[in-house]
């Protein structure tokens, strides 16, 4: 990863199957990590290292297919990463693990909720 990557929040690490749509052209990747901020993936196909794209994110429920868009900015490309700056900022990442991440990943995220017996 390049040293001026400077996203602000904590990142949360990914492994998860994305679409990268630039130019008007899509091709598969893989997300490593997002934060409130911006993102990281890596692909094989070639990205241009700087402009405008659009990410579609495969939901994880297993209810619906839903697909998450984010768009953003390229800011670096280092090999086959690349990290985008987000064009709206996520206030928290925590909202989006039920949908980015596995069910059973998601709930170790949050803590759980006992409801009192009355």
Do not use: Y
């Not at 900022?89 to 009355?118: G, I, K, M, N, Y």
């Amino acid at each position: 990863m390049p040293s001026d990557d400077r996203r602000d929040g904590v990142r949360c690490p990914l492994d998860r199957e994305v679409i990268v749509c630039v130019n008007g052209h899509e091709a598969p990747a893989r997300l490593r990590d997002v934060s409130c901020s911006g993102l990281c993936f890596s692909t094989n196909q070639p990205v241009p290292s700087s402009g405008e794209l659009s990410v579609l994110i495969p939901c994880a429920s297993e209810a619906r297919a839903c697909l998450m868009m984010v768009s953003g900015e390229i800011v670096w490309t280092h090999k086959d990463r690349v990290g985008v700056r987000l064009s709206a900022s996520f206030a928290d990442v925590r909202p989006l693990l039920p949908q980015l991440l596995p069910a059973q990943a998601a709930a170790a995220a949050e803590p759980e909720v006992v409801p009192h017996a009355t």
